[in-house]
């Protein structure tokens, strides 16, 4: 069984930048991947979600160049080989590896938002999982981001945190072409050590942000992440497939939206729900209406420090995904199956769905047999090993110079 450390990879970062460069490097920066504890697929229905940042994070190092060109190196990345554009005006949409879009389209999106951006290199670092549900993506844009404002001097506070959120969503979802709804890249730049970010998008794209304290080890608690290995697909089957993604369940989402005449689904009301003919809109409404009354009732089951309810409601949301909202799968449910059988208070599957990984809430001296239990139970399926993370509540987004 392995628990996946949260090494500091600034270090490393700022080597690899020295080796390339030739030259020391300027700054460095830092921001984390990111788990959901309870608020899945409500964040583009109005509802609330709330996040917490992982200790397991992104390292950017950066260093200016005079002659405006950017060349960026991933140490994730499998060719190693860096990538150079020959302006920031070049890091705009259809780059190409997409990994690449990640990571300088911030530059792109900073630079149209008036940001004067110079030429750049820059080495990324990461012990986040990629393609786990952990928001790989968001760590990547706001490490670079933030890489950014530590060359200009200007702190990862006040109006350029929302401005570094803002451009690393416009990042992907216009550069790489990814859909965001705009959670990961705020818990990325506005997470903070031992809370949770309770984000509300009642209003819009632009949510409102409330940190939640977490006070996990002081009562002997931990949050277990389970990384199943199953890459999580959000695109569709093709046009005359079952709709199996999530741009199908946004799709049902608004048509249970307009059956219900409400402008989102957290307008609804659970009666008028109830009262839809039995089918796909009726079945992802209940999801939405539940699981955004769950996350006001974790809140306060926080703050009372009652964790036989922090336990069921996280149950009761993996059961509503799972039956009413269809993005689960059998590996999701084993890990939440096994463990929760093994003494976790409660588990459930976290991300978008269709893979990924779990996230549950155990007693910190049951993290070991809870993690040997699921990974027993892998074993068993014929699956690969997961991996374990152990979480406590991090800082988000920041630089500092070398
Ligand atoms: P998640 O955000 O849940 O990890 P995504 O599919 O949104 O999953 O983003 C994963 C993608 O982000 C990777 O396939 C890769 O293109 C890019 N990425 C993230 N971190 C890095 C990194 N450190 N180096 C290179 N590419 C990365
Ligand atoms: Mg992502």
Redesign the pocket.
């Known amino acids: 069984m392995g628990f996946l450390a949260a090494l500091d990879r600034g270090p490393t970062a700022r080597a690899a930048l020295e080796a390339m460069t030739g030259a020391p490097a300027q700054v460095l920066a830092r921001a984390p991947?990111r788990v959901n504890l309870i608020g899945e697929h409500t964040d583009y229905n109005g509802g609330a979600v709330l996040p917490v940042a992982l200790p397991h994070a992104?390292w950017a190092a950066a260093s200016e160049r005079r002659d405006g060109r950017v060349r960026v190196r991933?140490?994730?990345?499998d060719t190693d080989r860096a990538v150079e554009l020959p302006s920031v005006a070049a890091c705009g949409p259809g780059l190409s590896p997409?990994?690449a879009g990640?990571?300088v389209g911030v530059l792109w999106t900073l630079a149209r938002a008036g940001v004067p951006v110079p030429g750049l290199d820059l080495v990324?670092?990461?012990t986040?999982?990629?393609?786990?549900?952990?928001?790989?993506?968001?760590?990547?844009e706001c490490a670079v981001g933030a890489a950014v404002l530590g060359v200009l001097g200007r702190p990862v506070a006040g109006a350029d945190a929302d401005l570094l959120v803002t451009a690393a969503v416009a990042a992907?979802q216009e550069v790489v072409g990814?859909p965001?709804g705009g959670m990961?890249q705020a818990v990325a730049v506005h997470g903070r050590a031992g809370h949770a970010v309770h984000l509300d998008f009642a209003t819009g794209a632009a949510a409102a942000r409330r940190l939640v304290p977490l006070p996990l080890h002081e009562r002997g608690l931990a949050l277990l992440v389970t990384d199943t290995g199953v890459a999580?697909a959000?695109a569709d089957g093709g046009p005359d497939a079952e709709p199996v993604g999530y741009a199908a369940r946004r799709a049902d989402c608004e048509e249970a939206a307009r059956l219900l005449g409400v402008p989102t689904l957290r307008e609804a009301a659970p009666d008028a729900v109830a009262a839809l003919p039995e089918g796909r809109p009726r079945r992802r409404a209940r999801h939405v209406v539940s699981e955004t009354a769950r996350v006001a009732a974790f809140v306060t089951a926080l703050e009372r420090d009652d964790r036989r309810e922090l336990g069921r409601l996280l149950a009761d949301s993996h059961a509503s995904l799972r039956d009413d909202m269809e993005v689960s799968c059998p590996e999701l449910d084993l890990a939440v199956a096994a463990a929760t059988g093994a003494g976790a208070l409660g588990a459930r599957m976290t991300?978008g769905g269709f893979g990924?990984s779990t996230v549950a809430l155990v007693e910190e001296r049951s993290l070991g047999q809870v993690a040997a239990a699921v990974d027993e139970a892998f074993e068993r399926e014929g699956l690969a090993a997961p991996r374990h993370l152990v979480v406590e509540a991090s800082d988000g987004a920041s630089w500092s110079p070398v």
């Open positions: 991947g992104t991933s140490l994730q990345s997409t990994w990640y990571a990324v670092d990461s986040v999982p990629l393609g786990a549900g952990l928001s790989s993506s968001a760590a990547l992907e990814a965001t990961d999580h959000l991300g990924g």
